[in-house]
């Protein structure tokens, strides 16, 4: 499948303040075959434009003149459910990167990352799986672990039991790896990793991979 097959099913939002680098951003993606439905400047324009435009993933740069992307990207979550946010930002400060998870974020790319690397990020998200620059998911993974360590009745609701192999599959998730990945590390088939997965999600309440991954750096597994 070429980049054009590939890409013709995913709407794309561009969210930057920097107007030379988002029409080049959203000219690459067009030229690969995606949909940019929309580009937004700032926080304001991101979530009326979210509204409207209903996109598959939102491109979300941190620093905007109005707010930053933490913000932005609850404000068109808000709006827009369905949307995945991907960050992408020349900052890889951990506040940044903790602050856009916390706000709903499926993923963190810096701006370092070449086109076929964008390209590859942006179907993974629309797909449901986290990506991040490698690196950045270790950073998000250590603070709450961090935190999980905190005495027992500062830490939430205890975690649910999970099998070893599901906890196994489950950190592969919170990496950015797909099922056919996660096969492959394993020695496992590709349905046996999917059929752990759903059970996980089963098992934890969740919708999706995108909350899976959420819950997963939030009780600090690795």
Do not use: C
Not at 30 to 46: I, K, L, Q, Y
Not at 73 to 88: I, M, Y
Not at 156 to 185: D, H, M, N, Y
Request: no cysteine; charged share 25%; hydrophobic share 45%.
């Amino acid at each position: 499948m070429d980049d054009e097959q590939a890409g013709d099913q995913i709407t794309v939002m561009v969210v930057d303040d920097h107007p030379m680098w988002r029409d080049a951003v959203a000219r690459d993606l067009e030229g690969a075959g995606f949909t940019v439905v929309a580009t937004a400047d700032g926080v304001a324009t991101a979530g009326r434009r979210a509204a409207a435009a209903r996109p598959d993933v939102v491109l979300m740069d941190m620093q905007l003149p109005d707010g930053n992307g933490a913000t932005a990207t609850a404000a068109v979550l808000e709006v827009s459910p369905d949307s995945r946010v991907l960050v992408l930002s020349a900052s890889s400060e951990r506040d940044d990167v903790l602050d856009a998870v916390k706000a709903g974020a499926s993923g963190y790319l810096v701006k370092s990352a070449s086109v076929e690397e964008l390209r590859e990020a942006v179907r993974a998200t629309a797909a449901g799986q986290a990506v991040f620059t490698p690196g950045l998911a270790g950073l998000v993974l250590g603070e709450y672990r961090r935190m999980s360590s905190a005495p027992a009745d500062e830490r939430g609701p205890t975690v649910p039991k999970l099998t070893e192999r599901e906890t196994e599959v489950l950190r592969f998730v919170a990496k950015g790896l797909s099922a056919k990945q996660i096969a492959t590390k394993l020695s496992l088939s590709h349905r046996t990793v999917e059929n752990h997965v759903q059970a996980t999600l089963r098992k934890l309440q969740l919708a999706n991979r995108v909350e899976l991954t959420r819950y997963a750096i939030e009780q600090g597994l690795e």
